[in-house]
Structures are given as C-alpha cells and as structure tokens.
C-alpha cells in the first residue's frame, strides 16, 4: 500500500502484484493508510486508485478457507469499519479504476463519492463463484446508485460489466479515455481537493440526509449544516478574493 500527497490531494495506491488481490494484510494496509488521511489535517481529497494490470482481482479465497458462521461475520463486521472510514471522511473521495475492478476492490469504490473509469475497465462482483453474496456493502451501494433491481442483476449474473454500460446505469460517474487515465484521473480528484473543503463535507452530509429520510429530511438540516460554513476560512477567503478579483478568482485555504 502507497500513501503520497500530491498538494492537498492524498492518493493511496493499491500495489501488491501481480493481482492486487485482497487479504487481512491488504486490508490492514489500507485501513492504516485511510486512517492516516483522516488524521491528516492538510488532506483535502482522496483519490484511491492501483498499479498494475488489474485495478484487482478480487479476495484472495484463502481468505474464507477456515472460517465459519462466527468469524464469517467477525470478518464482515471488521472490513466494514474500512468502508465506514472511506465514507465517513469530510472531504471528497475517487475511486480511478484503470482495469479489471472485482469484489472488494469493486466495494471499495462504491463507498467512494465518485467512481471514474477508463474505458477498457470491467468491473463484477462475482461472489457467486463461490456460493457468496457480496458483504462490503455491494448491494446495497449499487441499489444506491443504480436501483435495487440493477442491483440484484449484477450480483445475481456474477457478470462482468463495462464502464460504458456501469455510467449509463448510474454507478460509474465517469468514463474516461485509457490513453492517459491516471493523469485524466489524478487532475479531476486534485481539482476537487483545492476547493471548498467544508462545503464539500456539507454537500456529503446534505446529500447522506435526503438518502436517509428523503428531501424534506435534508432540508430540515440544511439550514444549520450550511450556515457554519459563514464561519470558515474557506468562505471567508473565496468571498474576499471573489470581492477583490472578481468571478472565477476565488482562493481556498484555512478549511
């Protein structure tokens, strides 16, 4: 696991040749990494992406070997703590697929704010090779994202789908050309981390409330959420540069 800054941006790459497979070790790793972004106080994006020829491969399925009931759910219980910590960070968060995206990795990028893709990428979960369903939270972010008969398609199907087909069904945001994709990708994810770090946190909280209780609920708390940001160096520095420099000319710092 790689954790490097570049600017604000935190970029945490996923490298364990040749597969990127998922186990406890690539799991604690990224964990560890995530966590140091969420200590971080000069990170203002995460972009999560990996080297090599698969985005991953999957579980490693040595992984399920000995478990049983009780630590079947132990070990669901624990690898959500990882998608609850992506989720829970206040400041915008990719997920750049370049390849092959499966099972965990796939996860993975669904607890992420956006999802971009080359071209070529080829995402599934595809648990049912081995009489699972998926248990990082896969179905229920893509019914999330793609609603919840989309949802029972992929995962019943153990397919493969293209980026093509993922974006016209909501669940890839993006998908970009493969010539050129880590940059393509690296310059969206830095863009979002040099701007209004609160207000994205307040746009995630915002958003989190409609999904939970449905419009009315967010407007109930959009009031208060959006008001504290009349308090941040943020606004007060982009209202003064607008002010003095005029549209487009707004500069973020201070959160």
Known sequence: MDLTYDGPLAIV??????LNLFDHAM??????????????????GLLIQASGRAVSAGVD?????????????TLWSEWFELIHLIEDLP????????????????????????????????FGLVEIVVGLTPSMGGPQRLAERAGPARARELIYSGALYDAATLERWNVVN???????????????????ANGPTRAHAATKAIVRAALAGGARAADEVTPAISGALFATADLQNAVASFLRDGPGQATYSGR
């Open 91 to 122: 400041v915008p968060t990719v997920f750049a697929a370049h390849a092959l995206c499966l099972t965990a990795a796939f996860e993975i990028s669904l607890a992420c704010d956006l999802l971009l893709a080359a071209s070529s990428a080829r």
């Open 13 to 18: 790459t996923l490298d364990a040749p040749p």
């Open 27 to 44: 799991m604690a790793g990224l964990q560890s990494a995530i966590s140091s972004v969420a200590a971080s106080p000069d990170a203002r």
């Open 61 to 73: 399925v040595n992984v399920f070997a000995s478990l049983d009931p009780a630590t079947g759910e």
């Open 174 to 192: 993006r998908v970009l050309p493969d010539e050129g994709f880590a940059e393509a990708a690296r310059s969206f994810a830095r863009d979002l």
